[in-house]
């Protein structure tokens, strides 16, 4: 367990694209009180289990779309990329070249 | 062993044997210069493209276990069983970004484990070792699973004796895939994939447009569902979800999300993939499957109209609700159309164990063999005893089913969802920041783990005649902090993984706040800010396979 250099002093590689943020869409599908019903339904299939159906293709769309829109995007690596495993990036934001 | 269905037999052998014959060709399929490397065995030369890994982590994240017993839980306990559509649909945006980091990092460091990854990053090989420990005991018994669900096949085939020959075509079966697999490494999952995923599809989709047609329409079935639950006492089932079990379903959602991609075995998929492109490809594409799950998890309410009534299982003497669908098929589908279902899901089996077999045995060599017994170990050796270790666990995975009542490997895996968890700081978060102190990640990992397993144990399942280890949902009155319930009388239900997960965090944060205080050293980091963007092509990416 060798001291290293301290990490504040680095660039932090983080890119930020606000496409990034439609990830979050599809999260949606958790507050389940939104579709916790029986009506109406869809070829008799309660409401409950063809809405989440329906997030199948939201979320290829919402991928799908921060997919192509982030390709040949020019590199900022100045602002923290929230989308982290539920936000939890709590990095080293300061300090750092490129900035 | 009465009541054998030929037809169903014969038809699931052919089948088995083309998959047998692609599993030993497999070595020489885009073969590089030599297997005895764990990029090329453990890796298949990570050089796989869009469809390949497609193929590939479809076939390996969507088990035969899962096609299983996602339908029996559908059966048994109605609409929480559907927590398997948003967890697949989820897992792509979540993992999206994180994915792509460490595919680049360990493509660019040589990074075969995310254990290896964890030693880099912070220069810790307990750390390390955590992570690959943990990967292991989780993998393990997710191995045996696979097992309980070839054997659910092979029981509605009529082999459902007991004892050593009632055991004797799994065992076969295993014999066969240890040594295909000991040969051509992460190649012949990846080959046979293929077989696997289009068996699937056809069967599912055939399953989802012919049985309701015979079965009275939609309507119908999900009417013969909503009467079953509302002729049980129990507020735990139902149609739709309860008052008390939405949180469950939603936490146990994204904890199962977060979680998957933590498991060695989905990470072996990604890393053996030719670029960041791929990957991106895949995460828009992989929920096809996730489409074909929710169909699937139907199935089991389709088993409700049709009264179906799961096999005993002799050896045990007790309803093996994994038969489910095994037993629908067969009262539904022509022979040889139930002999073809029953060839997908047994095949289905064969993919995931492979790769998990695979993922274990590189922790073991990479983590352990290689760290602290032998260090000098050429790669040459890695891959040899990448190899034998994968022989052990799968073995040990069939002695596991065979001698131990199968019941243990599911409470096992049920454990195994809520450690691997635990590693999400470590692996996960540290893809983005550093912040988290080495031994915060430590302490966080042993508060998450004691309390974790603690909350497991506690949990009763009277309906199974269970006292511990019944279940992932605990009551939120039941949460107590050494004698303080801080939602005293609160009865909705969650997911302990996540309840695990938080306390994991509260103490890295903690802990890590007072060593920095402190100033003490935060291990080595290896890597390089640049390393996560690295992308196919980028002179700096660590060459594949050589010694």
């Known amino acids: 367990m060798s001291a290293g250099p301290p990490p504040t002093n680095r660039p932090n590689g983080l890119r930020w694209n606000a496409w990034n943020l439609l990830l979050l869409v599809p999260l949606l599908m958790l507050v389940t009180p939104l579709f916790n019903r029986d009506e109406p339904r869809l070829f008799g299939v309660p409401f409950f289990y063809w809405f989440q159906f329906l997030f199948v293709p939201l979320g290829v769309i919402c991928v799908g779309l921060v997919y192509l829109k982030t390709r040949a995007e020019p590199v900022r690596t100045d602002k923290p990329d929230r989308l982290a495993l539920d936000d939890l990036d709590a990095g080293e934001q300061d300090g750092g070249p490129g900035r | ?547």
Do not use: C
């Open chain 2, 1 to 547: 062993m009465t009541n054998l269905q030929w037809t169903e037999i014969v038809v699931f052998s052919l089948l088995f044997l083309l998959v047998t014959v692609m599993g030993f060709a497999a070595a020489r399929w885009k073969a590089g210069a030599t297997l005895d490397h764990l990029d090329e065995w453990g890796l298949g030369g990570r050089k796989f493209g869009s469809w390949i890994t497609w193929f590939l982590v479809g076939g390996d994240l969507y088990t035969a276990y899962t096609f299983v017993a996602v339908p029996a839980l559908m059966f048994g306990a109605g609409a929480m069983g559907f927590f398997a559509l948003p967890y697949t649909v989820i897992l792509y945006p979540i993992v999206f970004l994180p994915l792509l980091r460490m595919w680049s990092v360990s493509r660019v460091h040589g990074y075969v484990t995310p254990a290896d990854y964890v030693r880099g990053r912070y220069g810790s090989s307990a750390l390390a070792f955590l992570v690959a420990i943990t990967g292991i005991v989780a993998t393990m018994p997710y191995i045996a699973l696979q097992l309980v669900g070839l054997e659910a096949v092979l029981r509605t085939m009529g082999f459902n004796g007991s004892g050593l020959l009632g055991h004797a075509p799994l065992f076969l079966a295993f014999v066969i895939l240890a040594l295909y697999t000991y040969q051509s490494g992460l190649r012949a999952p990846a080959l046979i994939a293929f077989v696997k995923d289009t068996l699937i599809y056809i069967v599912i989709l055939a399953a989802v447009f012919y049985l309701p047609a015979k079965l009275g329409g939609w309507g119908a079935i999900f009417d013969g569902a909503r009467a079953k639950f509302d002729a049980t006492p129990s507020p735990a089932d139902g149609m739709l979800l309860g008052e008390h079990n939405q949180l469950q379903y939603a936490t146990l959602a994204l904890g199962s999300a977060l979680a998957l991609f933590l498991y060695p075995h989905a990470l072996t998929g990604i890393l053996a993939s030719k670029g960041r492109n791929v990957i991106k490809r895949n995460m828009v594409a992989l929920p096809a499957y996730s489409l074909l799950l929710g169909m699937l998890a139907l199935l089991g309410y389709m088993a409700i109209s049709t009264g179906v009534k799961p096999i005993v299982n002799q050896a045990t003497g007790r309803p093996d609700s994994n038969t489910t669908v095994t037993v629908l098929f067969e009262q539904q589908f022509p022979d040889w159309f139930t002999g073809f279902a029953f060839a997908a899901i047994g095949i289905g089996a064969l993919v995931p164990a492979a790769i998990m077999s695979i993922a274990a045995a590189n922790l073991w060599t990479r983590n352990i063999y290689k760290e602290y017994l032998r260090k000098d170990a050429t790669p040459a050796q890695e891959a040899k005893q990448a190899k034998l270790a994968s022989l052990v666990v799968k073995f040990g995975a069939v002695a596991f089913i065979v001698f131990v009542d199968p019941q243990f490997s599911i409470d096992l895996q049920l454990i195994g969802g809520v450690m691997i968890l635990q590693t999400l700081p470590a692996v996960a978060i540290s893809l983005y920041t550093r912040w988290f102190h080495l031994w915060g990640l430590i302490a966080g990992w042993v508060a998450g783990m004691a309390w974790g397993f603690v909350m497991l144990y506690e949990i009763p399942n009277p309906a199974a005649g269970k006292e511990h280890f019944g279940g992932s949902a605990i009551k939120l009155e039941q949460l107590s902090l050494l004698g303080w319930t801080p939602f005293e009388g609160v009865r909705t239900q969650i997911y302990v993984g996540f309840v695990a997960l938080l306390a994991n965090l509260v103490v890295a944060v903690l802990v890590t706040l007072v060593l920095r205080r402190t100033g003490t050293a935060n291990g080595l980091d290896r890597t390089s800010p640049s390393d996560y963007h690295a992308d196919e092509g980028d002179a700096r990416l660590k060459p594949v396979g050589v010694h």
